[in-house]
């Protein structure tokens, strides 16, 4: 299994205030990426990067930043959280020379009341 | 943009027979990647098998083996001599070639498979 772990696993929170997901890899891998996970939409891309400081956005990525200081370390952070993004949070990874495969995390659950 | 549509929401098999999940997509690309992705309940998404788009022979993994029809843009996952375990979501996922950069993967909704012992 690829080493990537996620932090909180499971996390509640109030509307409107800010919340910070990590995920930490070990493989030194240079593309890292937050995805989430609702029912009815599979998972949807929120950003990604693919390097230390260098980040995009996905399709979803209203309300929420990321940053990326460390090439192991990939946070997510939602402002000012609302109940819309209540979700499961994956995050992945991807290296150069694994023919374009992406390994996942374990997932966070998000509960945002 | 690219989808990917995957028509049945829930199936169900008999224990130690084959089953296939059907996944159809869209794009103009030529060169691209498709993937299958189990969840099981733990939620752990599971690379399950890979297909590159410019290699005519369909991909296999032990009991699990794709239907690549390029043309017809349909990437179907079969599974053989079915078991308990195999009881999960799965996802069909596209990506286009890196040559256009580090993309995204598109997934389909997903289709809960059920094993009947």
């Known amino acids: 299994d690829a080493g990537i772990t996620q932090s909180p696993r499971h996390k509640v929170t109030e509307t409107g205030t800010p919340v910070t997901l990590r995920c930490h890899q070990t493989?030194?891998?240079?593309?890292m990426y937050w995805y989430r996970q609702d029912p009815g939409h599979g998972l949807r891309l929120i950003h990604y990067?693919?390097?230390?400081?260098?980040?995009d956005k996905g399709e979803v990525s209203d309300g929420y930043s990321v940053s990326r200081s460390k090439t192991e370390d990939f946070l997510l952070t939602l402002e000012s959280a609302t109940s819309s993004q209540t979700s499961v949070y994956f995050c992945?990874?991807?290296?150069?020379?694994?023919?374009?495969?992406?390994?996942f995390g374990p997932g966070t659950r998000l509960l945002v009341l | 943009a690219q989808t990917v549509t995957q028509s049945q929401p829930e199936m169900s098999v008999q224990e130690a027979e084959t089953v296939t999940l059907s996944c159809t997509y869209d794009?103009?690309?030529?060169?691209?990647?498709l993937f299958w992705y189990k969840q099981p309940p733990s939620r752990q998404m599971i690379l399950v098998i890979r297909?590159?788009?410019?290699?005519?022979q369909n991909a296999t993994e032990n009991r699990f083996s794709v239907n690549f029809q390029k043309a017809a843009k349909s990437f179907s996952l079969k599974i053989s001599d079915s078991q308990l375990g195999d009881a999960a979501m799965y996802f069909c996922?596209?990506?286009?070639?890196?040559?256009?950069?580090?993309?995204?993967?598109?997934f389909g909704t997903g289709t809960r498979l059920t094993i009947i012992p």
């Open positions: 992945a990874i991807s290296g150069v020379t694994e023919q374009e495969t992406q390994y």
């Open positions: 493989e030194n891998h240079r593309y």
């Open positions: 990067s693919y390097g230390v400081k260098d980040t």
């Open positions: 794009t103009s690309e030529s060169d691209y990647y």
């Open positions: 297909q590159e788009a410019y290699k005519q």
């Open positions: 996922a596209y990506r286009r070639s890196r040559d256009f950069g580090n993309e995204k993967l598109t």
